[in-house]
């Protein structure tokens, strides 16, 4: 079986560096980018509500196949976590294991980001005007990222096994598409839920009805750094 | 350690600027400079940096077009994960050189390998206190004369040693909630004290260089035939006298920006009979505690308070010769709104005489209410206006035949330039 790829040109590639240069402007890009992937297999609608049924933005969605093996395609263009006014942009970046995130640091001051989440660890110095090569994420899981330099900086990269993600839309929406439904489980996963693992994970049948995740927990609180609208800054 | 010697400071900076430029990366080093051209407007008392009283830094001699603030913050990574930093203010007065050093420390950041983040500092700078003093340089984005307690700060604290914190990382707690301990061991702050018992509050942002020298009023019990005959005109803060060190452990709580507390104990464990060089040891304690809130209509509020006890001299009748206890809190409101901020704070202050000395008289009280805002033009200049009225009473202030009351006022025109590289 063959997914629909994202078919990357060279302009794509520079309009997705430039468009993560702007806070927020990468998701809209990213969700365009999977709803014109999706032209082909079933069109699965996923809500994700919170416990008084209010949906819940920039949820992490993904669909992973549990009948038959698959073989991933390799990722065809590096996904962008930047840095932006002292913050990750976006806060929670979706990729297929085996992909090479860029971290191109859009602000004027160095970042040292860095990750202990086991087995993804990493550290990558920034100085001003120096380059430095993507970080190739091989293992699934969530990777939390800090800045040793910005210590309040937070995000968080979610390595999946599949090519089929995306996340929430403002209101708690989101769209995958897959060939066959009934060999695939659909997940969830955002650092603000709290709600056990078991229930964030459900099977896809071949009705192709709509799957809503009804969260139990309260919400952890977005999480906000100095540079955040009206925010107080840190300590110098 | 008499004295922090410039040329120390100098060497470090040096040492730091050429171990970065000759190393694979040249571009590890962050300039942040910054400097306040004001039209300002004073009345009162002369200031206490002429050798008077006045709670100020001018009066209407020395009002007029000022460079009020001039600062240069430099930060170099020697590793990745050793950082040099120097901060060097320029002040053109009479306390010291023109450029001298404010902070100059080593902070070891190392990687964090598990959810606990460990920092290290080692060197001179200020301890984990104000909620005002937050821009590069240690300067105030809110307003431009700092509280009573952080121009204290300012004028006489200064960590001189090593501290070491620890915090969570936010993930830990959900992303919202944040913790961090703190601990320091320093030296070389013995006169700590001097001036919140012979002078007292102030209200102004000016920050005492490593070598400056702080006039104090001629005292009668710093003249010749004086009790304090041997104390110098003027007060080194951050001089070794006693050869014992002093320490300090704080903590910080916040959650998701919208909530904060911290509070301190500081006891610079200074011996009272120790004297060097015309230099008293200030046996210096306090608790700290600050908050800040952010309010409906994204208003923060600001409260810090500090409550202490200085002494200095022998016992004599149950009190040392000098034996203060002294206190201030503030509140502050600040919002921004685009491109203007304005801020309102209101300062009490309080030093109350637990000594039977009746040469040495320095009981007062009074408030500080300041009055703040800035235009911000681009990234680097903003312009701002600034309204202070500081009334105090003063008990021994009647020596020099002046009335124990007054009120200072102070107005602050500012063009504000900040560059960043």
Known sequence: ?236 | MARLPIKFAVAFISLAACAVYASDSPNRYQLNAGIDASYINASGYNSWTEGSVGKLLYDDTTDGLKISQAFADMEFWLTDTLKARAVVNAYPDDLGSLVDFTQAYLEWRPVPRSRNRYRLKVGAFYPHLSLENVSAGWDSPYTMSYSAINTWIAEELRTIGAELSVSRRPEVFGGAHTFSLQGAVFVANDPTGSLLSWKGWSAHNRQSRFNDKLPLAPLPQIQPGGLFEQQDPYVEPFREIDGRAGYYVGGEWQFDRKFLIRAMHYDNRADPLAFENGQYAWATKFEHIAAQFLLPANWNLMFQWMNGSSAMGPVVNGAHMVDIDFDSKYLMLTREFNRHRVSLRYDVFEVTQNDNTREDNNPEDGYVWTLAYFYELSNNVSIGAESLIIKTHHCGWIYYGLDPTQKEKQLQLTARFRFGS
């Open chain 1, 1 to 236: 079986m063959t997914f629909s790829r994202i078919r990357t040109s060279r302009t794509t590639k520079r309009t997705i560096q430039r468009a993560a240069r702007g806070p927020g402007r990468l998701l809209p890009l990213c969700v365009t980018l999977l709803f014109s992937a999706t032209v082909s297999g079933s069109e699965i609608d996923i809500s994700v509500l919170d416990r008084n049924g209010k949906g819940v933005a920039d949820v992490a969605v993904y669909a992973v196949r549990t009948v038959g093996n698959e073989k991933l395609p390799t990722p065809v263009s590096n996904p962008v976590m930047d840095q932006v006014d002292r913050r990750f942009v976006p806060h929670l970046l979706v990729v297929q294991t085996g992909a090479a995130v860029e971290f191109p640091n859009s602000d004027s001051v160095a970042h040292h980001v860095y990750s202990f989440s086991h087995p993804n660890k990493f550290m990558l110095p920034m100085y001003k005007g120096e380059l430095h090569p993507p970080v190739t994420f091989d293992h699934s899981g969530v990777v939390s990222l800090g800045c040793n330099i910005h210590d309040h900086m937070l995000g968080y990269i979610l390595v999946v096994d599949s090519s089929v993600f995306t996340k929430t839309d403002k209101n708690g929406r989101a769209t995958l598409s897959v060939d066959d439904p009934e060999a695939y489980t659909v997940n969830i996963w955002s650092p603000r839920i709290r709600d056990k693992a078991e229930s964030l994970s459900r099977s896809l049948d071949s009705s192709r009805d709509p799957v809503t995740f009804s969260l139990g927990k309260k919400l952890n609180p977005p999480h906000h750094g100095p540079t955040d609208g009206n925010s107080w800054p840190d300590y110098q």
